[in-house]
Structure formats: C-alpha cells, structure tokens
C-alpha cells in the first residue's frame, strides 16, 4: 500500500459509507451504555480511518498494543467482523477490555494477552497484516519497538501509532518524537489526521462526512493525533 493520502481516505468513507454508519451508531450506543466507566481514547477520524483502512486491506492478522478499555478493540473488532475475516491479537498490561468485548465480537477472532508486551515479544505474531500501537507514550517505549517490534514485522506493514501529533510537533522526549525522527531517518511518508499538524486533512474529511451525514460526533475529542505509515 502507497502512503495513504486525504483522497484515498475520502473515497473510502464513501465505499463503506453504509457498515461505517452502522459501526458508529454501534460505539456510540455502547459508549452511552457504559457511562464514565468506559475511558474511549481514540478520536472519531482516528477511529474511522482505522476501521476504513481495515476493511479495504482486508488483513488476516491484526496486532493491537494498548487496548485500555477496548474503544480501539472494538472499533477493529468491527472491522474484521464485517468483513468476515481477520483476527486480533491484542496486548496490553491492564485487562479492563476483557469485560468490554462482547462476545458476539469476539467469537473466535480475539485473543488478549496481559502484560508488559515488552516480556511477550515472542506471542506477538510475525505475520503480521496490520499493527495498531497506542501504548506506552514516553521515549524508552518508542526506542523499543523500532528496535524490536517492527523488526520482527514484515516490511510494508500498514501500521498507526496514536498520540503523535497533540501539536504541530510531537512533545520533546516523548513517543512521538522518537518515532517521527525514525520516520524521516527512514525516508517513511505517513498520513495524519491531526489538525494540529495537518489541519487541511481534517478540513476535506469533515466535508465529505457532512455530505454523507456522518458528521454527528461519536465521541467530543477532536485531536486526532494518530500517524498511519507502511513499515520500511
Ligand atoms: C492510551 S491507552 C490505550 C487506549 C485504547 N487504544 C483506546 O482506544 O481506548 C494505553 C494503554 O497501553 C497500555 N500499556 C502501556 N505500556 C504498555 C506495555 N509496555 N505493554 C502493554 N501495554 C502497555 C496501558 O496499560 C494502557 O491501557
């Protein structure tokens, strides 16, 4: 897959238009259900690019680091439900998910490991299709999974990483700034929905889910600051 580009994502909003409202009115309902109880973490473009993405790569084997109470489990879940295929593997320290993943989402397409995926290296799957990382946000995370995650990872790998682009730059010593360094030391292109880094992004995307009718809000967060890149 190219870099993905603000057109690219407009089409897809438009081909999956139907499952995407579906899926949204679906996380509002539960995030209405569970009250303050349910900490959602990703924003709405962030959240809807990834299921978009998903449904158009179509990957057999998803790895998600960082669940915290699902909101991004269940927003792949999703995805790979409808589109028949795919599992997720998922890893995080704390399992406030398990009782979050209902079942019918579940079924035989997720798997949950607790801890430090940092001792779990070797239950990371390396076939990996597409990895998902919202974890740990500091610098000596971040130093980690370059050096030995995406290693592991085949090159091209569709990958996001949240938490990057709160400003026009990632914060000094932060997660996002040793990996947007990474990035360029690379030459990797990556795609944000960030209005702070990207505000036209945003501008065009907003358009297009207002022609949909996909504008009302699921969530009232608007920073976005996820990345979307292949692996080099
Ligand atoms: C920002 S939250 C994830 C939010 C979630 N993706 C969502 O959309 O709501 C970060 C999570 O990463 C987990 N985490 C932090 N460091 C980790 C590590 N080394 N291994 C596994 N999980 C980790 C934390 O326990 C926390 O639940």
Do not use: C
Not at 86 to 104: K, M
Not at 115 to 125: N, T, W
Not at 187 to 210: C, E, R, W
């Amino acid at each position: 897959m190219d870099t993905i580009t603000t057109d690219h994502v407009a089409t897809l909003y438009g081909k999956y238009e139907d499952d995407l409202r579906a899926a949204r009115d679906a996380q509002r309902r539960f995030l209405a259900d569970r009250g303050p109880s349910m900490k959602a973490q990703l924003d709405d473009y962030e959240a809807e690019i990834t299921y978009l993405l998903l449904r158009d790569l179509r990957p057999e084997v998803v790895v998600e680091i960082g669940t915290f109470y699902g909101w991004s489990t269940l927003w792949i879940l999703r995805a790979l439900r409808d589109n028949g295929a795919g599992r997720l593997h998922s890893f995080d320290i704390v399992d406030h998910v398990v009782r979050n993943v209902p079942t019918e989402l579940a079924e035989d397409r997720w798997s949950f490991t607790q801890g430090d995926v940092r001792d779990h290296l070797d239950e990371v799957p390396t076939d990996v299709d597409y990895l998902f990382v919202d974890a740990d946000h500091g610098a000596r995370f971040a130093h980690w999974y370059v050096d030995n995650l995406f290693p592991r990872v085949p090159a091209g790998t569709p990958t996001s990483v949240h938490d990057v682009f709160h400003g026009r730059r990632p914060k000094p010593f932060s997660e996002g700034a040793v990996l947007v360094k990474w990035l360029a030391e690379k030459n990797v292109g990556f795609f944000t929905p960030s209005p702070a880094k990207a505000p036209d992004v945003i501008h065009q995307l907003a358009f297009v889910k207002q022609e949909l009718g996909l504008d009302e809000p699921v969530r009232h967060s608007d920073h976005n600051p996820m990345v979307y890149f292949n692996l080099p």
